[in-house]
């Protein structure tokens, strides 16, 4: 069973950045994909960034040019940096780990914006 454990969520002031990390509990180039998620309340959980086998990135339009995507192959750990945070950024945000048939989740990091 895979684990993902994220970490680096918190309280940031507008404008301000964060580096959020998550780990496998198993080498990250068994996964397909690793990428980031967030959850604000009452909406749907959205992809945010994703990370490929192949070392590929790709972005939601919605924070593109603020994101970062990452990969630590040596410490089985997946980053997002997020630069300009806003106020509605504010959420939980969850790593994921994909292959063929089956993802896992982690349990959430929460980031809080102050404006």
């Known amino acids: 069973q895979v684990q993902l454990v994220e970490s680096g969520g918190g309280l940031v002031q507008a404008g301000g950045s964060l580096r959020l990390s998550c780990v496998a509990s198993g080498s990250i180039r068994s996964f397909y994909s690793m990428a980031w998620y967030r959850q604000a309340p009452g909406k749907q959980r959205e992809l945010l960034a994703i990370?490929?086998?192949?070392?590929?990135?790709n972005y939601t339009d919605s924070m593109k040019g603020r994101l970062t995507i990452s990969r630590d192959n040596a410490k089985n750990t997946v980053y997002l940096q997020m630069n300009s945070l806003k106020p509605e950024d504010a959420a939980v945000y969850y790593c994921?780990?994909?292959?063929?048939?089956?993802?896992?989740w982690g349990q959430g990091t929460q980031v809080t914006v102050s404006s």
């Open positions: 990370i490929l086998c192949d070392d590929s990135t």
């Open positions: 994921n780990a994909r292959i063929k048939y089956k993802q896992w």
